[in-house]
């Protein structure tokens, strides 16, 4: 790894902090993180370390991607992002390419591998490459066994629903409407309230096809901007 990012984390690591991330992050056994380690580097150093070394090769980010230790794969995640944002401002496609590619690889060896990593990452670089593209890959990642590409598969159309396109949120959703995980179901609820921002009557629509199939924490999540009468009501159908 790059010598002077490892002194910067060092620098930065917190014990303390560390014991607290394991807990929030469920890596007790049988947990959805079981096994990853923290180094116990907040949200905003993280980001502020990755503006710092935007420079990294993609072999170096690799090395990010591949640590046990959950900041490293954010801080490589970071990195990706802002090398995706510089390729598209200045539109080059090929590097878009390469790394929306180089993501998908990582997700498939279970580097993607918490809400959060995928929630900062899907959208910004698996969804905006899509936006003029065929989608099937989200068909493929929404059927795998793994949670975490499914999550991306749903995720990722918010960068859709931010261009008012709707269709395949609600496709994905409907999919995802009998997955048993139960970040799947915030996920997918979450996916459905983005959209019933943008149109609610679409939302509306769905919940009435679907209601009676949709977990309770995925209905709860969808309708959270609705009035406190129409959420009762849902919810008591």
């Known amino acids: ?81 802002l090398k995706y944002e510089k390729a598209s401002k200045e539109n080059n496609l090929q590097i878009k390419k390469q ?11 279970n580097n993607v591998n918490n809400w959060d990593l995928v929630d900062i990452s899907a959208p910004n670089i698996v969804g905006d490459y899509l936006l003029d593209k065929n989608r099937d890959i989200l068909y493929e990642l929404v059927k795998s066994n793994n949670l975490w590409e499914r999550r991306i598969s749903i995720i990722s159309t918010l960068a859709f629903i931010r261009q008012k396109d709707l269709k395949d949120t609600l496709k994905i959703s409907e999919i995802l409407l009998l997955d048993k995980h139960d970040l799947i179901h915030k996920a997918v609820g979450w996916m459905l309230r983005e959209a019933g921002k943008r149109d609610v009557e679409v939302l509306r629509k769905f919940l009435k096809d679907n209601y009676k199939k949709m977990p309770r924490t995925m209905l709860r999540y969808s309708i959270e901007k609705f009035s406190l009468n129409e959420r009762k009501e849902w919810l008591l159908r």
């Open 1 to 81: 790894m790059n010598k002077k990012l490892e002194e910067v984390l060092q620098k930065a690591e917190n014990t303390e902090k560390a014991k607290l991330c394991g807990r929030y992050f469920k890596t007790g056994k049988g947990e959805y993180g079981e096994g990853d380690k923290f180094l116990g580097i907040i949200v905003p150093l993280q980001r502020k370390i990755s503006r710092e070394f935007d420079y990294l090769e993609m072999d170096e980010i690799q090395e990010l991607l591949d640590s046990k230790y959950h900041e490293k794969r954010v801080i490589g995640l970071f990195i990706l992002i």
């Open 99 to 109: 790394i929306f590619e180089f993501y998908l690889k990582n997700a498939s060896k």
